[in-house]
């Protein structure tokens, strides 16, 4: 697949260019620019031209950040994290507590879908005795 062979690529390459970091992560590449911009992410090296090279470790944050945002997590409730996260070691609980949160929160968000899925279940099944 897709990520397979990324990897490979990765591998082989050391560094991804913005398209090719987009295709990994799923993200935009205006996306990818505007987390760096906010301090989501860290500066992204830059080869000798400027353009930026994304390394191993940028790949598996930006994949990391994508996983928050699709489950939710607000944009400075993100940035609230990195923040945490550049004060290093000593604020691991902080941002234990932050990712507990938001796990509180996706699993409310799960229930209420399957409240809403039952709902759709028993229509359904009304269909199919009626018709």
Excluded: W
Aim: with cysteine; charged share 30%.
């Amino acid at each position: 697949d897709l990520e397979c062979a990324l990897s490979f690529i990765l591998k082989a390459m050391e560094t991804l260019t913005v398209r090719e970091a987009s295709e990994f992560t799923g993200l935009s590449a205006h996306t990818l620019r505007y987390y760096e911009r906010i301090g989501l992410i860290e500066p992204v090296a830059r080869n000798s031209g400027g353009h930026r090279r994304y390394a191993q470790t940028d790949l598996e944050h930006l994949k990391f950040l994508h996983c928050l945002r699709d489950t939710g997590m607000p944009i400075q409730r993100m940035q609230e994290y990195a923040t945490l996260a550049s004060q290093g070691r000593a604020t691991l609980d902080a941002r234990l507590e932050l990712l507990e949160s938001h796990k509180r929160d996706v699993q409310t968000h799960i229930r209420e879908l399957e409240e809403k899925l039952a709902i759709i279940d028993a229509k359904i099944e009304r269909f199919l005795r009626v018709g």
